[in-house]
């Protein structure tokens, strides 16, 4: 932040009229400003009024100039904004410059994606608050932390933190154009209006929450842009390739990772909200071209129940600052009748259960520069000037409503004790004995949203499971983020409605597949000091060094990535199929589990011997990168009568991994496998296109994913799959990529055939009616053959989850069939009554052999969202184990 000039001086450009847009004049006069200036009297003379550096006429309301000094985007990137779509390196240097310059300004960096590029942030605020930023925010904590020490006096002298972020999906770019448009509107506005804003508020404003799917769409309407664009839809502008630019790098949709931020992005997002804790938060998009304009609150009906419902009302009420922006204008919008506020993985809903108010917008969207829609022709600049508008009048609502908004968010936090009182579970206890690991990556999820985590001071019994002290933690309800502790960790199978726009459950301790217990009390003594910021540890080699072999346990998380490990060094470990005992090096007799690996450590590789210290080294470097627990063997004479070194042992192969991506395939179901195998397992994988595997050499792999839904496969394609696996090859489906198998003969299942039930609905309940049936993301037990190598590791049962109404046949044959839905399925989530039926029995996992292949089929989603680290080592299974059944 400089307040000093930096040397950019300009003129306005300017104002232009951009013709007839979508059946409303895009010449925008502000006659309603009188109206404003009386409905928003707490912001100052709104009846000012000057056009921003913008390609289309509009005159922002309560400014009446801007400051030259204050660089535009013109005098930045050569363009007015609406001229053509910012790039995410643009973006960033504008912020910096408009920091350099203004003394309103500082920017922040909170992360980087995964391709590198930079996640920044602007402050905006009045020099006078950022003489006293820390105090403010200090102060705006004690909201969460201390509701009852803050006074109705205290609230009267506090601004409001609003966060405004733009364009978490990157092709819905309109957003973060609109962000720029608004930093510089704060950073050099002159009037009442602005005057007020930055008085009343201090603004985190992130231009873009997404700026590596942001990159993927600009290079891409950028490059297929000529001097004129046009409105053809079948122009190459307006048809993104495969994935497109709504998600992130590993294809993931950032709107859904707010609580488990599992991504870079949303970590970084995370942080920089919980610095802050904002009363009002924004969250930009756009969806279809013939669509009016949204903003929340969505169906009432689908709110979350651990929302307050004040909290809801005061949605509404931000709502009409919304209303009155976009009627000036004359675009037409509308609430409550779809989107939700559900789901506490979106950037609209996460806010809600910290006590703020979170905002969605979605709008018609150009995509390209101009776009023929059934309401006429839609320029991307009125895109643009719909999300300033809206970003406007969140401001505005910041100002006028900004008592209401700080007491909303005490009140949540006040209430909290009464929220306890009347909740059934009053905790959970998580034991970190089997995979230390999946236990520690779910405490690490629950503190990055300040969720405190506790020791216990002792030891207890619940639900067959003993918690020891070091050994498990405790999840107290009774704490300030209770809200968000229910709804993250409780089970719910009954919800007022039986639509859902997103999933209907996330309990992370099933997500996870951790032991965990619920509390309906917790016990005097029990809860022993709040655990320190949770690291990954608890790898080990027992035993010390030796000559002979290894043997590492299977029940950590990355303990794939350690074989993988093993496997490229050129070591040829070995799987165990039965159960054995041994005596390790340390004197300890072991029992062996199926999936343990055996690590020879003399062995002949290409007429050379690799050194026992050479393996050594590799074991620890496992144990301490990825946290798996290994004994040293100094024998290999069992205890018993199975031997290691016989048949209870198989070798492995290093897995040569292809997975078909590209347009005819699943992309976030492709984003969720490339990520696990690739990021999180540090395995190869070569994305393949559909399109090109006709002529593709498949011999270079020994393993195929058909990663969900598959299709647009030609005649040759199908060929050359079917052969390759038939010939000896790994294929693995999931979801409904299972099709694709049976309909070449590779795998004998057949469907249950299920019927939606419509009763006799009339014409308008048809719709809802055969909605309610669709399973749209709940969570089901599922029972397992724990001797099959696909479930090595696995108990008898296993929670999953499943998006969808497929249902199989379980195979005649016996010990195909891995896993099977229980009698009683549901554990948490919806699921109609009507396809319950057909789901009790049905298969979720196949396994069988084709020919001298295999195929394995999940008919869940194993990797879902990359948090559902329960199922994880399944799909993983079948990655490592799956060519040996």
């Known amino acids: 932040m400089h307040p000093s000039n930096v040397g950019f001086h300009s003129s306005l450009p300017q104002a232009r009229s951009s013709g007839r847009?979508?059946?409303?004049?895009?010449?925008?006069?502000?006659?309603?400003?009188?109206?404003?200036?009386?409905?928003?009297?707490?912001?100052?003379?709104?009846?000012?009024?000057?056009?921003?550096?913008?390609?289309?006429?509009?005159?922002?309301?309560?400014?009446?100039?801007?400051?030259?000094?204050?660089?535009?985007?013109?005098?930045?990137?050569?363009?007015?904004?609406?001229?053509r779509h910012i790039r995410p390196d643009e973006i960033v240097e504008y912020v910096r410059i408009v920091a350099e310059a203004s003394d309103r300004v500082v920017m922040g960096n909170h992360g980087r994606t995964y391709q590198g590029r930079p996640l920044v942030h602007a402050i905006v605020t009045s020099p006078a608050n950022h003489a006293r930023l820390d105090e403010i925010r200090q102060a705006n904590l004690r909201l969460s932390d201390d509701p009852g020490g803050v006074s109705d006096a205290d609230l009267a002298g506090m601004p409001t933190i609003i966060y405004l972020g733009y364009s978490v999906h990157g092709n819905e770019a309109s957003g973060s154009d609109a962000g720029i448009l608004t930093l510089h509107h704060l950073a050099a506005g002159q009037g009442p209006g602005v005057e007020a804003m930055l008085e009343n508020t201090v603004v985190l404003l992130d231009p873009s929450l997404n700026p590596d799917g942001r990159a993927r769409f600009v290079n891409w309407v950028t490059g297929n842009r000529g001097r004129v664009p046009t409105v053809d839809s079948q122009d190459r502008e307006h048809n993104e390739p495969w994935p497109n630019g709504r998600t992130n790098h590993y294809i993931f949709d950032l709107n859904r990772d707010w609580l488990p931020s599992q991504h870079p992005e949303s970590q970084g997002r995370v942080e920089l909200f919980h610095r802050w804790r904002p009363q009002l938060h924004t969250d930009f998009h756009e969806m279809g071209g013939g669509a009016t304009f949204f903003f929340q609150p969505g169906v009432p009906s689908r709110d979350n129940p651990n929302t307050p419902q004040h909290t809801v009302d005061l949605t509404l009420e931000v709502a009409r600052f919304h209303a009155r922006n976009l009627d000036a204008i004359g675009e037409l919008y509308y609430a409550q009748e779809s989107f939700d506020d559900h789901y506490y993985g979106k950037g609209s809903t996460y806010p809600d259960v910290h006590g703020a108010v979170g905002i969605l917008f979605e709008q018609a969207s150009s995509r390209a520069l101009r776009a023929d829609t059934p309401l006429g022709i839609l320029p991307y600049a009125e895109t643009v000037r719909n999300q300033f508008a809206t970003s406007l009048s969140t401001l505005q609502a910041g100002v006028e409503l900004r008592e209401q908004l700080l007491a909303n968010q005490r009140r949540h936090y006040a209430d909290i004790p009464a929220f306890v009182a009347a909740t059934p579970t009053k905790g959970w206890l998580v034991s970190l004995e089997g995979d230390r690991t999946r236990g520690q990556e779910l405490a690490q999820m629950l503190q990055r949203s300040r969720i405190r985590i506790?020791?216990?001071?002792?030891s207890v019994e619940r639900d067959g499971i003993t918690f020891r002290p070091g050994e498990a933690f405790i999840v107290p309800l009774d704490q300030p983020q209770a809200r968000l502790v229910n709804g993250a960790m409780e089970r719910r199978t009954t919800f007022p409605d039986s639509l859902f726009y997103d999933v209907s459950t996330w309990t992370m301790t099933l997500a996870f597949g951790v032991p965990h217990a619920e509390l309906t009390s917790v016990p005097s003594g029990l809860v022993g000091g709040e655990l320190g910021e949770v690291a990954l540890d608890g790898g080990e080699v027992r035993g010390g060094r030796t000559d002979y072999a290894y043997l590492m346990e299977w029940n950590r998380f990355y303990a794939p990535r350690a074989l993988n490990r093993f496997l490229e060094a050129g070591i040829l470990p070995r799987v165990t199929y039965r159960p054995f005992s041994i005596r390790t090096a340390d004197g300890t007799v072991l029992e062996v589990e199926r999936g343990s690996i055996l690590i020879p450590v003399q062995y002949r590789l290409e007429g050379a011997r690799y050194s026992p210290e050479d393996v050594h080294r590799l074991v620890q470097e496992a144990a301490r990168e990825d946290h798996v627990v290994i004994h040293a063997l100094d024998s290999g004479w069992p205890e018993g009568e199975v031997w290691p070194?016989?048949?209870?042992?198989?070798?492995?192969?290093?897995?040569?991994?292809?997975?078909?991506?590209?347009?005819?395939?699943?992309?976030?179901?492709?984003?969720?496998?490339?990520?696990?195998?690739?990021?999180?397992?540090?395995?190869?994988?070569?994305?393949?296109?559909?399109?090109?595997?006709?002529?593709?050499?498949?011999?270079?792999?020994?393993?195929?994913?058909?990663?969900?839904?598959?299709?647009?496969l030609s005649e040759a394609a199908t060929r050359s799959i079917t052969e390759w696996v038939r010939g000896g090859g790994l294929l693995i489906t999931t979801e409904g990529g299972v099709r694709w198998p049976m309909a070449q003969g590779l795998l004998a299942a057949s469907v249950r055939e299920a019927e939606v039930d419509l009763g006799t609905p009339n014409y308008a309940e048809r719709g809802d009616r055969a909605g309610a049936q669709v399973i749209g993301g709940s969570i089901f037990q599922v029972?397992?053959?724990?001797?099959?190598?696909?479930?090595?590791?696995?108990?008898?049962?296993?929670?999953?989850?499943?998006?969808?109404?497929?249902?199989?046949?379980?195979?005649?044959?016996?010990?195909?069939?891995?896993?099977?839905?229980?009698?009683?399925?549901?554990?948490?989530?919806?699921?109609?009554?009507?396809?319950?039926?057909f789901l009790q029995g049905s298969a979720s996992i196949l396994a069988a052999r084709a020919g001298q292949g295999r195929v394995v089929s999940f008919l869940d989603n194993p990797n879902f969202r990359a948090f559902w680290h329960g199922t994880n080592h399944l799909f993983l299974n079948a990655i490592f184990f799956g060519r040996g059944f």
């Open 645 to 712: 070194g016989g048949g209870a042992t198989r070798v492995l192969d290093l897995p040569r991994v292809a997975l078909l991506a590209g347009r005819g395939s699943a992309a976030n179901a492709v984003g969720e496998t490339w990520h696990l195998l690739n990021e999180r397992m540090g395995i190869p994988v070569s994305l393949v296109d559909v399109a090109d595997v006709a002529g593709a050499d498949l011999s270079r792999y020994n393993t195929l994913v058909m990663a969900g839904n598959i299709g647009g």
């Open 21 to 83: 847009i979508r059946g409303v004049s895009g010449s925008v006069r502000f006659g309603f400003l009188a109206l404003l200036a009386t409905l928003f009297a707490g912001t100052g003379d709104l009846s000012a009024q000057a056009q921003p550096p913008f390609a289309m006429e509009y005159a922002a309301p309560g400014v009446t100039s801007y400051l030259a000094d204050v660089p535009t985007p013109r005098d930045v990137m050569g363009v007015d904004i609406g001229e």
């Open 783 to 837: 029972e397992l053959d724990p001797t099959h190598p696909i479930a090595f590791g696995y108990g008898a049962t296993v929670p999953t989850f499943r998006a969808h109404n497929l249902y199989l046949e379980p195979l005649e044959d016996p010990g195909l069939t891995v896993g099977r839905y229980s009698p009683e399925p549901l554990l948490s989530g919806y699921i109609h009554e009507a396809q319950l039926p």
């Open 454 to 458: 506790h020791d216990l001071a002792t």
